[in-house]
């Protein structure tokens, strides 16, 4: 995978420095940009904004408040190497959101790596939801893989939300997000406050989470976990779909059809040492006895308990 890093230098010494130190890894791409393409870079969007201050044509603030404000860049890291060793210069880029300021001139082997973590960090978020922050499909199955190879004792919960696309379709993804927040956030205060120590929830996607716990309370953990959900979820409704009851949506041959209100529906595996062989056994468990509990009106749990 290439990381493209755009450094804002108008002498180039910074960005020598930097080609130097990347030569030998070919998937750091280094582009030196001036103060004259900020506009140009910003629509390129790179992984990473090096401003040497030191050589830059425009005030350091103006330029990081610019990088910051700009919606498609707001997120992106940026460095600041500078000569500037006043303490409260240095805070006031700090407040920008900046993520590290390096003085130069550069140590290069604290910039090469202080550059390399940067990166880490980005490819670890990336593996992050970014509507929950909870942790995706690569740390799901590395849990997953983890506790298998350890033969332990657990449960994997498989939770998914009920007529969610039936909601979406009337209330808007924006609402949806709203919906899926509340439900992590659920899903999270049940497992961890009855698991605190072994337990791990993920976003699958979409509407589809998953937690794994170590401890033995996982029917009490999904009881939870459907009380609080039935007793809030009512909060994302309008009145008039509350008194009703159920959803009404145009199909694609514009006839109304009738949904019943968002639920949430848990498959419960019990994994015990030598039961499963791969996390895949697991995974087609988990959908047979999720699809066990969704056959349920409103909201529910299945577990499966198959030795």
Partial sequence: MEHEIFIIDDDSNVTECAKEMFTNEKEYKIK???TNQIEEALRNIPELFIINEDSIKVPILELCKQIRNDEDNNITPIIVVSSNRDKEHRLKILECAIEYYIISPVDKEYFYYT???????INTNRRVSPLTGLPGNVQIHAELKKRLSRREDFAVLYLDLDNFKAYNDIYGFL???EIIKFT???ILKHVHGSCIVDSFVGHIGGDDFIAIVGCGNYEE????IIAEFDAKVGNYFTQTDLERGYLEVANRR??????PLTS???GVVVVEAKRFHNILEIGEVGAQIKHIAKTIMGS???IDRRK
């Fill in 32 to 34: 030196r940009v001036t």
């Fill in 115 to 121: 550059v390399k973590n940067v990166i880490r960090l």
């Fill in 175 to 177: 609402k949806g997000d």
């Fill in 184 to 186: 992590a956030k659920t």
């Fill in 221 to 224: 953990i999904c009881q939870d």
């Fill in 254 to 259: 514009n006839i109304i059809e009738q949904f």
């Fill in 264 to 266: 949430i529906s848990i």
């Fill in 300 to 302: 529910s749990y299945a």
